[in-house]
């Protein structure tokens, strides 16, 4: 379960008593609310859809994918589809196979949802060994499925705008630099990287 509107708002209380920008931006535009999602594979494949698509769009996708599937939850009934099938629910050869790499290894155990590692960076290891899950689908996995406190998305780029509008920057840091800056904000990156998101007014999956 991702972190909770209680959890976020604790979060961002500890760091805004040491950061006056962030003390600042949330009395702008106040609290984000919540944003939990399942944990197990629905979640990581619904970000696969999500991926160079509107928000929109991708709920349009997954519609007509699920209504294809059947289960969505079991992997093998999305690895019982064929090419064709898949395709004419909106997706992508490229994005079949990374879903159908995902369903694979959660058949065969490869990947278990239940089992990830406590470590983050451990956990972030293991999921992007699944062909098509980058670090950024990995990070917000944990951050909203799991509710890991410390994820910090650092490529994302509403992350790195409001980073630098918050912080006020002349431009948009680097991924490098957007990691580099939040380093004081640790163990709460997490409800920060939420809290962006909801300044950049944007959904994320």
């Known amino acids: 379960?991702?972190?909770?509107?209680?959890?976020?708002?604790?979060?961002?209380?500890a760091v805004a008593a040491d950061d006056s920008?962030?003390?600042?931006?949330?009395?702008?535009?106040?609290?984000p609310e919540e944003r939990i999602r399942g944990r197990g594979m629905v979640t990581l494949l619904r970000t696969i859809v999500g991926q160079q698509v509107s928000f929109k769009a991708a709920d349009s996708i997954?519609?007509?994918?699920?209504?294809?599937?059947?289960?969505?939850?079991?992997?093998?009934?999305?690895l019982a589809r064929s090419d064709e099938e898949l395709r004419a629910g909106g997706l992508s050869r490229q994005k079949i196979g990374y879903m159908q790499s995902l369903?694979?290894?959660?058949?065969?155990?490869?990947?278990?949802?239940?089992?990830?590692?406590?470590?983050?960076?451990?956990?972030i290891a293991q999921l992007v060994e699944v062909k098509g899950i980058g670090r950024w689908s990995a990070e917000i996995y944990l951050l909203f499925s799991e509710g890991r406190t410390d994820i910090w998305p650092a490529g994302d780029l509403a992350v790195?705008?409001?980073?630098?509008?918050i912080l006020g920057l002349d431009a948009k840091p680097s991924e490098k630099l957007t990691r580099t800056l939040a380093e004081s904000w640790?163990?709460?990156r997490g409800s920060v990287a939420v809290f962006m998101w909801h300044h950049y007014k944007t959904a994320v999956i």
Do not use: N
């Open 103 to 123: 369903a694979h290894a959660t058949a065969s155990g490869a990947l278990d949802f239940d089992a990830l590692p406590a470590d983050d960076e451990a956990a």
């Open 160 to 165: 790195q705008i409001e980073t630098g509008r």
């Open 62 to 78: 997954w519609a007509k994918c699920a209504g294809i599937v059947g289960d969505v939850e079991d992997p093998t009934a999305w």
């Open 21 to 31: 920008r962030i003390a600042a931006a949330i009395a702008r535009v106040g609290y």
């Open 1 to 13: 379960m991702g972190l909770t509107a209680a959890q976020l708002r604790a979060g961002l209380d």
């Open 186 to 188: 640790a163990p709460h």
